[in-house]
């Protein structure tokens, strides 16, 4: 176990500073199980994604759609001033343009953008003040996904799209990290039998934040969109052996469904954390946009800047996974550390006090099939 640790830790280390193989995903299909949408869309969202709709500052509508560099979504606080890791499974959607009858992301509020687009999902990187959609300052962030701990999602009821095939499509897997000053969002367009969304899209890395589970380019004041290739899975480690090891966060926590209190533990606390995603993808193509805009400016219905009433976030025990994410900044790209502050790209401590800094290293001679299993397995726990 201590060699395989080793292993991984070296791969990671060295991944950036030397050339990788891409990876090998076969032959991507949008029809392939898990890519379109299957969980019921909650009953504060549109039926179906729209543009012009109303801006209600105060809406809960949980659609978010990622369609370009100016048109997308992000999940946010409900109530302003709220950890976002205390409330996961209450977040609702701040869209860039009027749409899905959501809120709107003010103007000034993204200093910078990327979106990219791979066989096998979308992705959008962003940095800015996000405290002006409601996140606390300095708060390192939160996770979302569609699973959540009742695997009713967070937040629960909601739900993606994107019109990157050419129509409007419901997505199953996707993730989304959020903190004060960074954001990232995949949404898994297509799969394989090496690539299942679940292992693409795979949400169980919280504490790692964007730049170890969504390598990219996170460059400030450059909005960009450009193809790229797709990254290895979050957490997965090709050895020279033609086998694979895979990295799992270490955590332990509980969440509450039907009056029953359920415990879990992920991972296991004796192993080591490697130091970055195994590779950053490449990109091609790519154009750059001078800014994005709305003409929209002072949205946010209250200051930002300070914590909501605990009720709020108790009220979210049931749905949420109590855990947040470290998303980190835009130095560096491979910045995996369990430790240091948002300015280095990773911290420890998360906003809900789960992130202890313990993260796991399973070290194993398996091949990518192991791994599918392992998320297949886990993906309604979180």
Same mark, same amino acid.
């Given at each position: 176990?201590?060699?395989?640790?080793?292993?991984?830790?070296?791969?990671?280390?060295?991944?950036?500073?030397?050339?990788?193989?891409?990876?090998?995903?076969?032959?991507?299909?949008?029809?392939?199980?898990?890519?379109?949408?299957?969980?019921?869309?909650?009953?504060?969202?549109?039926?179906?994604?729209?543009?012009?709709?109303?801006?209600?500052?105060?809406?809960?509508?949980?659609?978010?759609?990622?369609?370009?560099?100016?048109?997308?979504?992000?999940?946010?606080?409900?109530?302003?001033?709220?950890?976002?890791?205390?409330?996961?499974?209450?977040?609702?959607?701040?869209?860039?343009?009027?749409?899905?009858?959501?809120?709107?992301?003010?103007?000034?509020?993204?200093? $910078?953008?990327?979106?990219?687009?791979?066989?096998?999902?979308?992705?959008?990187?962003?940095?800015?003040?996000?405290?002006?959609?409601?996140?606390?300052?300095?708060?390192? &962030?939160?996770?979302?996904?569609?699973?959540?701990?009742?695997?009713?999602?967070?937040?629960? &009821?909601?739900?993606?799209?994107?019109?990157?095939?050419?129509?409007?499509?419901?997505?199953?897997?996707?993730?989304?990290?959020?903190?004060?000053?960074?954001?990232?969002?995949?949404?898994?367009?297509?799969?394989?039998?090496?690539?299942?969304?679940?292992?693409?899209?795979?949400?169980?890395?919280?504490?790692?934040?964007?730049?170890?589970?969504?390598?990219?380019?996170?460059?400030?004041?450059?909005?960009?969109?450009?193809?790229?290739?797709?990254?290895?899975?979050? $957490?997965?480690?090709?050895?020279?052996?033609?086998?694979?090891?895979?990295?799992?966060?270490?955590?332990?926590?509980?969440?509450?469904?039907?009056?029953?209190?359920?415990?879990?533990?992920?991972?296991?606390?004796?192993?080591?954390?490697?130091?970055?995603?195994?590779?950053?993808?490449?990109?091609?193509?790519?154009?750059?946009?001078?800014?994005?805009?709305?003409?929209?400016?002072?949205?946010?219905?209250?200051?930002?800047?300070?914590?909501?009433?605990?009720?709020?976030?108790?009220?979210?025990?049931?749905?949420?996974?109590?855990?947040?994410?470290?998303?980190?900044?835009?130095?560096?790209?491979?910045?995996?550390?369990?430790?240091?502050?948002?300015?280095?790209?990773?911290?420890?401590?998360?906003?809900?006090?789960?992130?202890?800094?313990?993260?796991?290293?399973? &070290?194993?001679?398996?091949?990518?099939?192991?791994?599918?299993?392992?998320?297949?397995?886990?993906?309604?726990?979180?």
């Amino acid at each position: 176990m201590k060699a395989a640790a080793a292993i991984l830790v070296a791969l990671a280390a060295g991944a950036s500073a030397q050339s990788v193989p891409a990876f090998r995903y076969g032959t991507p299909s949008a029809n392939y199980p898990g890519v379109k949408g299957t969980n019921r869309n909650g009953p504060t969202n549109p039926s179906a994604p729209q543009l012009n709709t109303p801006i209600n500052q105060t809406s809960d509508s949980r659609l978010a759609t990622l369609n370009s560099i100016d048109d997308w979504c992000t999940f946010g606080p409900q109530v302003p001033g709220t950890i976002i890791g205390n409330v996961e499974g209450e977040t609702v959607a701040y869209c860039t343009k009027p749409r899905n009858n959501a809120r709107v992301i003010p103007d000034g509020t993204v200093t $910078g953008a990327h979106f990219v687009k791979t066989p096998l999902y979308v992705q959008l990187m962003a940095l800015g003040d996000f405290t002006k959609i409601g996140l606390v300052a300095g708060d390192e &962030g939160g996770e979302l996904d569609p699973h959540g701990a009742t695997n009713m999602g967070n937040p629960v &009821g909601g739900n993606v799209t994107s019109n990157v095939s050419g129509e409007d499509v419901f997505y199953e897997e996707w993730m989304n990290y959020v903190s004060y000053n960074q954001l990232c969002f995949r949404i898994c367009i297509a799969g394989s039998e090496q690539a299942p969304t679940a292992l693409e899209c795979e949400h169980e890395l919280d504490v790692m934040g964007c730049n170890f589970v969504m390598p990219g380019n996170y460059a400030d004041n450059v909005f960009e969109t450009c193809d790229g290739d797709a990254a290895y899975p979050p $957490g997965l480690y090709p050895e020279a052996n033609g086998q694979t090891s895979t990295f799992k966060q270490f955590f332990t926590g509980e969440y509450v469904a039907g009056g029953t209190t359920y415990s879990y533990t992920n991972g296991a606390a004796d192993q080591v954390t490697p130091t970055g995603a195994y590779s950053t993808p490449s990109t091609s193509n790519c154009r750059t946009t001078a800014t994005i805009s709305n003409g929209i400016k002072s949205i946010v219905p209250s200051s930002s800047s300070s914590v909501a009433s605990s009720s709020s976030a108790s009220a979210s025990s049931a749905s949420s996974t109590g855990r947040a994410s470290n998303s980190g900044s835009a130095s560096g790209s491979n910045s995996g550390s369990a430790s240091g502050s948002a300015s280095t790209g990773n911290s420890g401590s998360g906003s809900s006090g789960s992130s202890s800094g313990a993260s796991s290293l399973v &070290g194993s001679a398996v091949g990518i099939a192991a791994s599918v299993v392992a998320v297949m397995a886990g993906a309604y726990l979180l």
